[in-house]
């Protein structure tokens, strides 16, 4: 999964580069502001997947809660049945 998102990241800033190779000769300011932007962008991305992340992983939670309690009503469910149903000699 982290090698799709680098490699999904890598694609995306690809033709942000390139640009940037080509005008790293027209001076040090312009090339400067290029790698800045670039770099802003970097940022932003992470910040995104960062918060997607987080969002997946509370969802993933909430999932787990959900079962883990249903899991639990099951369980007692079943206990009660049992202990109503138990043999008598």
């Known amino acids: 999964m982290r090698k799709f998102l680098l490699a999904a990241a890598f694609l995306a ?6 640009p940037a ?21 970097v ?5 995104e997947v960062r918060e997607e992340r987080r969002e997946l992983r509370h969802d993933r939670h909430e999932l787990r809660r959900d079962q883990r309690q ?13 202990r109503h149903h138990h043999y008598h000699g």
């Open 13 to 18: 800033l690809t033709p942000a580069v390139a």
């Open 21 to 41: 190779m080509a005008q790293a000769h027209a001076g040090p300011v312009a090339a400067d502001a290029r790698a800045h932007a670039i770099h802003r962008e």
């Open 43 to 47: 940022v932003r991305d992470r910040h």
């Open 70 to 82: 249903l899991h639990r009503a099951r369980v007692a469910r079943a206990r009660a049945w049992h």
